[in-house]
């Protein structure tokens, strides 16, 4: 009997160590303190798929704060919805005569939208898969990514596109069209529903 007590205590100081150790954000779903309220699951959803809050956590945030940056109302990059985003969000929510509640609705988005620059696309797929980009990634038919002629290897942008929002990084030169901007991957393309649109003018946000 005293053997398995002490078994028992060992697991329940372990369970507490481990609790103690997880990152505030992730025992109160990103907002380090926020109340019972806050959901720390980590959900892998598209941008626009729900509404979004403090507490909140997934892909899709990530891609707002990756957007909100992109409008220079300084957001970090990762998928919590703590204070900086909802600072950024009720922010923009004020200028563009909404209610500043902090929720990301359907109004939210578009307001966003409307701020983001528009510029002409086109992109890239057969032909080049199995090659190396200006960058040096292996490009293939699961590759997200973009071309631009100028931006540094690695920068972070959204694109937006009659509805549906991604999060690509630079990866290679190009295009050499002119009125062009920027050049997707296939993969790219195709999440923003655009393969077959030639060069449609998407929304931008690059998120310095």
């Given at each position: ?127 080049f898969f199995g090659r190396r980009t200006a960058?040096?990634k292996k490009l293939t038919k699961k590759t ?39 050049d997707l991957t296939q993969r790219l393309a ?19």
């Open positions: 009997m005293r053997r398995r007590t002490t078994i028992g205590a060992v697991v329940a100081v372990a369970a507490m160590a481990a609790t103690l150790a997880t990152p505030a954000y992730a025992q109160t779903g990103g907002t380090g303190g926020a109340g019972a309220s806050a959901d720390p699951t980590f959900y892998r959803m598209p941008f626009g798929a729900r509404d979004l809050s403090a507490g909140m956590t997934g892909t899709d945030v990530k891609t707002l704060n990756w957007a909100l940056r992109g409008l220079a109302l300084g957001t970090p990059y990762h998928a919590y919805f703590q204070q900086p985003t909802s600072y950024a969000v009720r922010n923009l929510q004020a200028a563009s005569g909404l209610s500043a509640d902090g929720v990301v609705n359907r109004y939210t988005r578009k307001a966003m939208a409307s701020r983001m620059l528009k510029h002409k696309a086109s992109w890239y797929g057969k032909g960058c040096g997200i990514g973009v071309a631009h002629r100028k931006l540094p290897c690695g920068t972070r942008v959204v694109f937006a596109h009659r509805g549906r929002w991604v999060r690509a990084k630079v990866i290679d030169r190009g295009p050499y069209v002119k009125g062009r901007k920027w195709k999440q923003l529903g655009a393969l077959k649109a030639g060069t449609p003018k998407l929304k931008v946000a690059v998120a310095p």
